[in-house]
């Protein structure tokens, strides 16, 4: 009987020798698996080119940007402020890490004033082109002044820059 008692730990003690060896070379697979899925770059959702999953990355960025630090003028003029110039630098820093068959458009926006409706679109309008001016894109830029014609969803201030990856 004393030999039996013997072999039930002596099989526990293989059994978890066994356990820990596959912990081991599973471990160092799923590790390597796992860096490898990490460091790749993200494939696009099916469907859609992996140029528009990069594209919706930069947007992404470029909204935080814009939401934390948002493009500031003078009043009445198409004339940045220090911090409106700033602003424009970190964008034009993401920008330049983006395909070089990206395109973009800066949209100019004004809060509603009582009078001419003409003298925002054209304010909005010199506002984005001051910005895209800056950003330095050439032919891969647009600018677009829309006035006052689509107020921030969910309030806020109306007097805002957005760049929308094309």
Avoid: C
């Amino acid at each position: 009987m004393s030999g039996r008692l013997l072999l039930i730990p002596l099989a526990l003690v293989v059994t978890a020798a066994m356990a820990l060896v596959i912990t081991w070379t599973d471990g160092a697979r799923l590790k390597a698996e796992m860096t490898q899925a990490t460091s790749a770059p993200a494939a696009a959702p099916a469907g859609q080119p992996a140029d528009a999953a990069a594209g919706g990355e930069l947007q992404a960025e470029i909204d935080g940007v814009l939401a934390a630090h948002p493009i500031t003028f003078t009043p009445d003029t198409a004339e940045l402020t220090p911090e409106g110039e700033n602003t424009v630098g970190q964008i034009r820093d993401l920008l330049a890490k983006a395909p070089a068959s990206a395109t973009f458009e800066v949209g100019g926006h004004v809060a509603k004033t009582p009078g001419d409706e003409e003298s925002g679109l054209e304010l909005s309008r010199q506002r984005a082109e001051a910005v895209a001016a800056l950003l330095g894109l050439g032919d891969r830029i647009s600018a677009k002044g829309y006035g006052d014609t689509r107020p921030k969803a969910g309030g806020g201030d109306d007097r805002r820059v957005e760049i929308t990856v094309k």
